[in-house]
């Protein structure tokens, strides 16, 4: 008995000090990206909705970014995106909006949507053509940060409106440096 209390003691500070080392990782991860010119500000550059810092020379076939989630995305509609990706939260949690019942919301352009807890270090696979929209938790909005990976780029990406899926540059588009907002869903 007592041999296992001992070896229970041992991994609850195993693991404790694993907790702090990777805490102690998104933090140095953290002071890197804000050292970092980004390399896409999404949204009103006053305003954005997400900086994306390149950890790797973007490309059309893999890339590894950081996201610092800064405030809620797009609210007028549900996206999709160019690749498939895979998002690891180190900073914080946010929530998923998601369609209950994706593929009849998909055909129809509208339905139930439901949010989805997406937990600090928790790992979040997409298709493509996986529509959400990511809302920050309350009240204060508390910035998020995940390392992105994606695949290549296979398709163009946009918003699913109840009038049929419309391009990103419908709905925002970036001239000069500024973020022009578009008639979206309109
Ligand atoms: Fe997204």
């Known amino acids: 008995m007592i041999v296992l209390l001992v070896a229970l003691i041992a991994l609850a500070a195993v693991a404790g000090a694993a907790i702090h080392f990777r805490d102690d990782i998104a933090d140095l991860v953290i002071v ?10 999404i949204g009103d550059p006053s305003d954005p909705y997400m900086h994306r810092i390149f950890v790797v ?17 797009d609210d007028r509609a549900l996206h999709d995106h160019p690749w498939w990706s895979v998002s690891w939260i180190f900073r914080n949690h946010y929530f998923d909006i998601v369609p ?11 339905g139930r949507l439901i949010p989805v807890r997406r937990e600090e270090w928790s790992m979040t696979f997409r298709r493509a053509t996986d529509l959400h929209r990511i809302v920050l938790p309350g009240p204060g909005k508390t910035e998020a940060w995940s390392l992105f990976i994606t695949g290549p780029e296979i398709r163009d990406w946009g918003f699913l409106c109840p009038q049929g899926w419309r391009s990103s540059k419908v709905f925002s588009e970036t001239r000069d440096g500024v973020s022009v907002v578009g008639r979206g869903c309109a």
């Open 32 to 41: 890197w990206a804000k050292g970092r010119e980004p390399g896409l500000i």
């Open 57 to 73: 020379p973007k490309n059309r076939v893999f890339n590894i970014f950081v996201h610092r989630i800064m405030r809620d995305d």
């Open 100 to 110: 209950k019942f994706p593929d009849s919301f998909r055909i129809c352009g509208h």
